[in-house]
T-cell receptor, first 114, second 111 residues
Framework: AQSVSQHNHHVILSEAASLELGCNYS??????LFWYVQYPGQHLQLLLK??????LVKGIKGFEAEFIKSKFSFNLRKPSVQWSDTAEYFC????????????FGAGTRLAVHP | DGGITQSPKYLFRKEGQNVTLSCEQN?????MYWYRQDPGQGLRLIYY???????QKGDIAEGYSVSREKKESFPLTVTSAQKNPTAFYLC??????????FGDGTRLSIL
């Protein structure tokens, strides 16, 4: 069965620290990959997506993610976090061409201290 | 502004009752989805619908029912058969190959 694994459930950082959130998926075919963010009290928003092409994708608010096919990974990075990045982050995957089966990871809660 | 509206924001259910969560979208999206979010488990797909009058079970459909009589609306009924209904429910929609857009969610609690 397809699954998504996020390695860190809780991450605590100070402002200006660098961030890397791990995401691995299990699926043998071609996939589309996503990172969603849920700020406190807000709805889930798309941070970035990978469909094809350059495996390094840039998203909103300075986030980026790198797709490494050989490792089945899609890690999220940000060089310098801000207090406003405090949120829950979800990695998700779906087979290419199929938006009816988004599989989500368990989420990572990020707390950034000023 | 176009978007997805879920109502109510908070809902309380007595044991043995059915309750219906509303989801309306004005994005003209063809596909709509219902997810359940539990702490530490991410989002799990309950039901989805790709066109009007058609829907499919997701991974955790037992104890839930849906209808899709209109393109804009995809209500979810949590039946008394759902033994652990306390959760945060999220509705989403999408069109073509674009990522899903999410509503603000409904938090359901059992009295």
């Amino acid at each position: 069965a397809q699954s998504v694994s996020q390695h860190n459930h809780h991450v605590i950082l100070s402002e200006a620290a660098s961030l890397e959130l791990g995401c691995n998926y299990s699926y043998g075919g071609t996939v589309n990959l996503f990172w969603y963010v849920q700020y406190p009290g807000q709805h889930l928003q798309l941070l970035l997506k990978y469909f094809s092409g350059d495996p390094l994708v840039k998203g909103i608010k300075g986030f980026e993610a790198e797709f490494i096919k050989s490792k089945f990974s899609f890690n999220l990075r940000k060089p310098s976090v801000q207090w406003s990045d405090t949120a829950e982050y979800f990695c998700a995957v779906t087979p290419s061409g199929g938006y009816n089966k988004l599989i989500f990871g368990a989420g990572t809660r990020l707390a950034v201290h000023p | 502004d176009g978007g997805i509206t879920q109502s109510p924001k908070y809902l309380f259910r007595k044991e043995g009752q059915n309750v219906t969560l509303s989801c309306e979208q004005n994005l003209n999206h063809d596909a709509m989805y219902w997810y359940r979010q539990d702490p530490g488990q991410g989002l799990r797909l309950i039901y989805y619908s790709q066109i009007v009058n058609d829907f499919q079970k997701g991974d955790i459909a037992e104890g839930y029912s849906v209808s899709r009589e209109k393109k804009e609306s995809f209500p979810l009924t949590v039946t008394s058969a759902q033994k652990n209904p306390t959760a945060f429910y999220l509705c989403a929609s999408s069109i073509g190959g674009e990522p899903q857009h999410f509503g603000d969610g409904t938090r359901l609690s059992i009295l």
